[in-house]
């Protein structure tokens, strides 16, 4: 009898060409996804007189470059501007599918790719971009890869890696109202530190994670690079079938019924073990909200800001005093106290319609005190944000309703704050000068972002919501 295996030994072994002596292994990839910085790995390939091995695996959109107050490509910079042409061209050239401005499928790469079924169970997907973990919430390994690899990934259809190690992350127990998939993360980030999962692939189970929606599962994997991990994976259930049905490119027929019945065989073998285990109590986690220059530099809205002397060691200390600093935080302070001067929802993290509509409930009948942007994922969830009237409740409320992309939350495209600005973000990352030199950034959900929004200060939502 095979012994049992973790969800992830089953796709890795699924997808080995050959193991190597020193450790390394070749992967056969199923999909590849690509945005506007693809350019380079294309140079590479036709300097060597290389075409794409497998154009029909792969798939493509403009995101980290483009205007959010505009469809067009006449973006400032220029070197900006080629990059946003050269995928045009580029994926005609290969015969790579390609959602362009002006199709209302273009959006952001990790919200693109589940919303058009092309990331599924059981797959091996890459991307050149460290989010791609986003995508294991639908039981696939996905992981980011450097630009080298993108071109090794064009040329081969396969990738040289190292195998990781598995942490199963489990999360029992019935949330409270209005925590959400980024709440969970970033308490996770919290209690085992940024670099907590480090040459691990990790698996969110539990109760808690079965009974997030798709959602909240994309949320909670895109989030895994936060925590050092090589990807972030949910095992596939009702809730991932049930998303997938009808998607475009999501099996049909008679392949359907093919596909479903190897995607029930991906989840994790009763009895397999994980090199880790991380457990957390769901009633346990309130609203996040992160006060440093790293996810792990997270705590309840309800706490206070933390005190360099309560830190284990000196390095320690010196990291906490140094982001206070940059942060102009004083230690005791209570964070529902602390002003924000801008609000960003949006990302490949939170720009999905739950993620609006979550905003839009605390945003309904109320007025914003500063500047907050709402930026969809895809143009696809801009329409039905719009058919279902959302657009129209941020408008009223004061907020700017702007085109898909990535947005504030990079800040390559010019969509950055000004020094010394306080933004409420629902993005993923809140390193130094993430969203604009000496812009200080803080990580929480779209309720909570909204929240922030109508009051000018970091806002308990269950306090607006009930």
Not at 262 to 269: G, H, I, N
């Amino acid at each position: 009898m095979t012994a049992p295996r973790t969800m992830f030994e089953k796709i890795w072994q699924r997808h080995v060409v050959v193991d190597r002596p020193d450790g390394y292994t070749l992967l056969y990839i199923d999909r590849h996804l690509m945005h506007d910085g693809s350019s380079p790995a294309y140079a590479r390939l036709k300097a060597r007189g290389l075409g794409l091995r497998r154009p029909d695996r792969a798939a493509a959109t403009p995101d980290h470059y483009v205007k959010t107050d505009s469809r067009t490509k006449d973006v400032p910079d220029p070197d900006h501007r080629r990059l946003l042409n050269d995928i045009t061209a580029n994926c005609n050239e290969a015969g790579v599918t390609l959602f362009d401005l002006g199709d209302a499928r273009q959006g952001i790469i990790h919200v693109v790719g589940p919303e058009q079924g092309l990331s599924q169970p059981g797959l091996t997907l890459v991307c050149g971009d460290s989010h791609t973990s986003t995508h294991g919430a639908l039981g696939a390994l996905a992981f980011g890869i450097g630009s080298s690899e993108v071109t090794h990934v064009m040329a081969t259809q396969c990738l040289w890696q190292r195998k990781p190690k598995s942490m199963r992350i489990t999360v029992d127990g019935t949330l409270s109202p209005h925590i959400t998939g980024k709440d969970i993360i970033l308490a996770i980030i919290g209690k085992i530190g940024a670099a907590g999962a480090v040459g691990y692939v990790m698996e969110y189970a539990g109760s808690a994670i079965r009974n997030l929606s798709m959602e909240g599962r994309l949320t909670l994997c895109n989030m895994s690079i936060e925590a050092g991990g090589r990807a972030g994976m949910v095992a596939p259930d009702d809730i991932t079938f049930n998303y997938m049905k009808g998607r475009p490119f999501a099996p049909k027929g008679e392949l359907w019924d093919k596909a479903m019945a190897f995607w029930k065989t991906v989840p994790t073998d009763e009895g397999a073990t994980f090199d880790r285990e991380v457990t957390l109590n769901a009633a346990e986690i309130a609203p996040m909200v992160t006060w440093g220059t790293s996810p792990e530099d997270v705590l309840s809205i309800n706490g206070r800001v933390p005190d360099p002397a309560s830190a284990p060691d000196a390095g320690k200390q010196e990291n906490m005093k140094r982001a206070l600093e940059y942060m102009d935080l004083k230690p005791g302070t209570p964070m529902d106290s602390v002003a924000v001067d801008r609000v960003f929802i949006g990302s490949c993290t939170n720009s999905r319609i739950e993620d609006l509509r979550a905003a839009a409930a605390v945003a309904k009948g109320r007025k914003a005190q500063i500047p907050a942007w709402v930026v969809a994922g895809s143009g696809l969830i801009k329409q039905q944000a719009e058919a279902e009237g959302l657009d129209k409740i941020f408008r009223e409320a004061g907020f700017d309703w702007r085109e898909p992309g990535c947005s504030m939350c990079i800040g390559v495209n010019g969509d950055t704050g000004t020094r010394g600005q306080r933004i409420a973000s629902t993005s993923n990352r809140n390193f130094v000068g993430r969203q604009g030199q000496g812009v200080r950034t803080h990580l929480v959900s779209p309720a909570m972002a909204a929240a922030a929004a109508v009051t000018g200060h970091f806002t308990d939502v269950r306090k607006l919501l009930g």
